[in-house]
Nanobody, 115 residues
Framework: QVQLVESGGGLVQPGGSLRLSCVAS????????MGWFRQGPGKQRELVAV???????HYSDTVKGRFIISRDNAKNTVYLQMNSLKPEDTAVYYC?????????WGQGTQVTVSS
């Protein structure tokens, strides 16, 4: 059974930072492309960042230069370091694993950027 568990969300002031974590189980983590998505209030879910098995990374234009996606294969964990947060970054953030032609989602973690 595949499980993805996100953590690290919360309330932060504009300009602040947060680090999200996603721990995966039930897959060979080093063989999975890992990504972060988000869904803001009244918006569709969108890609934030993705890191492939050979460390190719892609960021959406809205977070490029502020967010960093990293992975630790020994810990089966993918991270999203979020810096210079803006109110428009407020969303539920989801972790996704692309593994053996299947996609698996975590339950999401809320990030709220507000003063």
């Amino acid at each position: 059974q595949v499980q993805l568990v996100e953590s690290g969300g919360g309330l932060v002031q504009p300009g602040g930072s947060l680090r999200l974590s996603c721990v995966a189980s039930g897959i060979i983590f080093s063989s999975a492309t890992m990504g972060w998505f988000r869904q803001g209030p009244g918006k569709q879910r969108e890609l934030v960042a993705v890191r492939s098995t050979d460390d190719i990374v892609h960021y959406s234009d809205t977070v490029k230069g502020r967010f960093i996606i990293s992975r630790d294969n020994a810990k089966n964990t993918v991270y999203l370091q979020m810096n210079s947060l803006k109110p428009e970054d407020t969303a539920v953030y989801y972790c996704k694993a692309a593994y053996k032609t299947n996609g698996y989602w975590g339950q999401g973690t809320q990030v709220t950027v507000s003063s």
